[in-house]
């Protein structure tokens, strides 16, 4: 799933001739705290609802603002895992998506991308998700794959990123076609392979979405 397709059309840019109380109206109207500034398809930044509450003058141009993150975008045809990295790092609710022109396409939130990891993560099957902690240096998908398939376990998708507390520590996470996974596990940790959390995925809606909460609580998406 690529950048474009996460899109939401529902949010608008603001203009520059727009006023201060337009963009609150909008933002209280769409639940966002922020909202990219486009002028003829040039992408100029984002405004954010404390700098509009700062200046206090509702009739105010948008021009007289400065706005934030010019620099920060995806362009439409990167991966949605690309689109969570710009927003984590930069701690924002939306990202701004670009064509190869740099010209403005629309704004992904980090809603949308919760939604699509969720859907990668979650609607192929019902199955496990494992969550293993490692050395970056000791990292290597083969060999993870190779003590995950003996055990005749599928990886559907996995997704690593950096650990937030320890620059040289990695998780990645592991969803996986079988609901009992505790032979992949032991095998796992026989190999020094440190399981730090499992979420049971079943065929029930109800506790999938439960379980995926606490997934992307844990990951902090």
Known sequence: MIASDLIN??????????????????MSQFRIHQLPLVDHYIYKGLISEEVLYDINQPTAKISDILPDHAEVY???NQHF????????????PLVAVLNEDKKFCGVITVRDTINAFARTFATQSSGAILVISMREYDYSMAEISRLVEENHIKILSSYLESDAYDPTMVKLTLKLDKADVSRAIATLERFEYNVIAKFQDTETPNLDKE????????LNL
């Open 9 to 26: 059309p529902m949010i608008p840019p603001l203009k520059s001739t727009d006023s201060v109380q337009k963009a609150l109206n909008w």
């Open 74 to 76: 995806v362009t439409e």
């Open 81 to 92: 895992y690309d689109v969570i990295k710009a927003t984590e790092k930069n701690h924002l």
């Open 211 to 218: 379980r995926l909460d606490l997934l992307f609580k844990y």
